[in-house]
């Protein structure tokens, strides 16, 4: 690969709550894990695959019945005015 081209890829560990991978990423950080003998940089992310609720099945589910209703409750009556 061409260094001028290509970004420069790092060892990176992600944490997501108690959730840890490896993995390599452009991205960096201030705080360093040494694993196996190889420094990492530490990246937190706020939601992944471990916590998304896609993934974990918690979905929410949304209320899709009673919307026609709802609507006329709130505006049904405006046209007999």
Sequence with gaps: MKTETHPVNHPVLFVDGDHE??????MTSNEVRSIDGIDHYVVKVEISAFTHPFYTGQK??????????KFMRR???QGKK
């Design 21 to 26: 991978w490896t993995g390599i990423s452009t």
């Design 60 to 69: 929410r589910i949304v209320d899709t019945a009673g919307r026609v209703e």
């Design 75 to 77: 505006y049904g009556n």
